[in-house]
């Protein structure tokens, strides 16, 4: 069996973002990641910080250990990383969790498509806005797009832009407009990576939550959309393994 790098396994806890937003769901963090998000709150994914602790396990170990941690208290399982898009061979470690009657999740930036994209049950896209420091290749986010169309897959997709200021707002935009018929999240984004008392983030947080509210509602391009915060980071703050 092939081996995938993962980086932690942690749950059952709550997915605190987008789409499926309060879902009760395990997590699996794979290591490795084609972007360097000047922001991002997993950095040790693709630093070289956590090296040491990438354990390569088969689709099998994965599923024993998420059960030796979980138990049977999840029927749902998000994949996240780094870019869990990377890893050609997870359509086996979906298709394991499929026998076992759990549900699949995964959380990548659109930068490359993978053939078992049509079998997650909740995939989200998150391309990046431009304080990211990251350039977007809209050539491949069309094709991911068209392919995840032509598949019948829209029910199983979102499209999710975290947004820090109104050049990401813009942004936000650009890419609701390019794809109108793939459901559409703006999600806060966590600008205190440092904070340590998550009741101090949290009010920052929701500060921010109150900024992007107001500038969504006043904004008539963006009707069809959905306005979040990470619900983990204002009950947690910037916790890992949660
Ligand atoms: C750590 S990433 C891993 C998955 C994939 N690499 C991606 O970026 O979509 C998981 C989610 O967290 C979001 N994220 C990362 N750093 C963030 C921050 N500082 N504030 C808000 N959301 C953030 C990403 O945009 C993505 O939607
Ligand atoms: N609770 C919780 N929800 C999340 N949603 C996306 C996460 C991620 O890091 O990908 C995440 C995470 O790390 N924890
Ligand atoms: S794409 Fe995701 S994991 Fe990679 S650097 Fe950006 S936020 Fe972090
Ligand atoms: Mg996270």
Redesign the pocket.
């Known amino acids: 069996m092939n081996k995938i790098p993962v980086l932690e396994i942690f749950g059952p806890t709550i997915q605190g973002?987008g789409m499926v937003v309060g879902r009760k769901t395990m997590f699996v963090r794979t290591a490795g990641?084609d972007?360097s998000?000047a922001?991002?709150?997993?950095p040790f994914t693709w630093n070289g910080s956590a090296k040491d602790d990438i354990v390569k396990m088969s689709a099998d170990q994965i599923y024993l250990r998420l059960k030796e941690i979980g138990g049977n208290q999840f029927d749902h399982v998000t994949i996240?990383?780094?870019?869990p898009a990377l890893l050609k061979y997870l359509g086996e470690l979906i298709d394991t969790l499929h026998e076992h009657k759990i549900e699949v999740a995964l959380?990548?930036?659109g930068s490359r498509w993978q053939d078992w994209f049509v079998k997650i049950d909740d995939l989200?896209i998150?391309p990046k806005p431009p304080s990211s420091k990251m350039k977007t290749n809209w050539q491949v986010l069309d094709d991911i797009i068209d392919k995840l169309i032509t598949n019948k897959r829209l029910s199983n997709t979102s499209l999710?832009v975290?947004v820090f200021n109104n050049e990401d707002l813009q942004f936000a935009e650009k890419v609701h407009q390019r794809y109108p018929s793939v459901p559409f999240f703006l999600?806060?984004?966590?600008d205190d990576?440092e904070e340590h008392k998550p009741r101090d983030l949290a009010s920052h947080l929701l500060e921010k939550y109150e900024w992007l509210i107001d500038k969504v509602m006043a904004n008539s391009a963006l009707n069809h959309v959905r306005v979040l915060p990470?619900v983990h980071a204002l009950v947690w703050g910037n916790k890992r393994g949660v």
């Open positions: 973002e990641c972007y998000c922001w991002c709150d997993s996240s990383g780094g870019n959380e990548t930036q989200t998150s999710k975290v999600q806060v984004g966590n990576l990470q």
